[in-house]
């Protein structure tokens, strides 16, 4: 079974400050991704990444950073945080086209 | 751009009764289509995919069929059971594209009552 793991699991941040959640696979996916989910908008893709060093902006990017170090981590930066971003945050891993993306088990973001 | 537009909001159904959730899609390429069910508390995973070959994909009494004529793969089972409530998202990935992102429909929750 593919394994995607992510820290933290829930998190209380204030506006305006910096948050970094981080996401780690051991499936040796090339493909990674950040996606948020709201009720009545599902997920939405934040950030991808295609391997080391390259990341790709998604649908949702505004507010967000990405930073892959390397193939098996994958982290999403909010530098200024807004209680927009209160959500639900999910990574994946995957290798694209017809081939499933593995989901990792979500952080809870609450910013107050 | 790709898009999914899917049955959403809240779906309940009785115990024993057929499940159907509509997806329609546009796509400037041949996509593949997927449905991922998240139950409570959990991540999304995958339910099934459409194949190549145009054989029907099946997992857990689910099914679904490709159209490309119509553009839809609607996900069905022919009987309701209480451990099917969860959360579906139907989702397409775009094969002539780039093929490596994911465009997820709103998401439909089923609730199945006794």
């Known amino acids: 079974e593919a394994a995607v793991t992510q820290s933290p699991r829930n998190k209380v941040a204030v506006t305006g400050g910096k948050v970094t959640l981080s996401c780690n696979q051991t499936?040796?996916?090339?493909?990674m991704y950040w996606y948020r989910q709201d009720t009545g908008h599902g997920l939405r893709l934040i950030h991808y990444s295609y391997g080391a060093g390259s990341t790709e902006k998604g649908d949702i990017p505004d507010g967000y950073k990405a930073s892959r170090p390397s193939q098996e981590n994958f982290s999403l930066i909010l530098e200024l945080a807004t209680p927009s971003q209160t959500s639900v945050y999910f990574c994946a891993s995957g290798t694209g086209g017809q081939d499933t993306q593995y989901f990792g088990p979500g952080t809870r973001l609450l910013v107050l | 751009g790709d898009s999914v537009t899917q049955t959403e909001g809240l779906v309940t159904l009785t115990e024993g009764l057929p499940v159907m959730l509509n997806c329609t899609y546009q796509?400037?390429?041949?996509?593949?289509l997927f449905w991922y069910v998240q139950h409570l508390n959990e991540a999304p995973k995958l339910l099934l995919k459409?194949?190549?070959?145009?054989k029907r994909p099946e997992h857990q009494g689910f099914h679904a069929t490709l159209h490309k004529s119509s553009s839809s793969f609607h996900l069905q089972k022919s009987s309701a059971q209480l451990s099917d409530s969860a959360l579906y998202y139907c989702a397409l990935s775009d094969e002539g594209g780039t093929g490596s992102k994911l465009s997820f429909g709103k998401g439909a929750k089923l609730t199945v009552s006794p």
């Open positions: 499936n040796n996916h090339n493909n």
């Open positions: 459409s194949f190549t070959d145009n």
């Open positions: 796509s400037t390429y041949s996509p593949f």
